[in-house]
Nanobody, 126 residues
Framework: QVQLVESGGGLVQAGGSLRLSCVAS????????MGWFRQTPGKEREFVAT????????SYADAVKGRFTISRDDAKNTMYLQMNSLKPEDTAVYYC???????????????????WGQGTQVTVSS
């Protein structure tokens, strides 16, 4: 079993920055591909960013490309999402997710992930 705990959400003005963290426990963090997703009321959970084992590969949704940066520190069992130039449309609950992986791949679909955190609210005011 794996436990994921997000933190770092909050209220920020448009143009500001936040850094989300996701701490994993329970299994070897380095064996997971990781991802960030977000969700607003009434909408499906959408892909934000993903990072492979050993951070060899990353990928971003078009909506956040150039503004968000995903990273991981396997020594700290932690994944990060640095969010810059935030926009009101980035307002959502952000979730981290882990996918057992042996190939060093990345994954875009929420249904492909095995474990989820409880989410952290990000609110961007205009």
């Amino acid at each position: 079993q794996v436990q994921l705990v997000e933190s770092g959400g909050g209220l920020v003005q448009a143009g500001g920055s936040l850094r989300l963290s996701c701490v994993a426990s329970g299994r070897t963090f380095s064996s997971f591909a990781m991802g960030w997703f977000r969700q607003t009321p009434g909408k499906e959970r959408e892909f934000v960013a993903t990072i492979s084992r050993s951070a060899l590969r990353t990928s971003y949704a078009d909506a956040v490309k150039g503004r968000f940066t995903i990273s991981r520190d396997d020594a700290k069992n932690t994944m990060y999402l640095q969010m810059n130039s935030l926009k009101p449309e980035d307002t959502a609950v952000y979730y981290c997710a882990a996918k057992v992986d042996i190939f060093g791949s990345i994954s875009y679909g929420a249904r492909n992930y095995d474990y989820w955190g409880q989410g952290t609210q990000v609110t961007v005011s205009s």
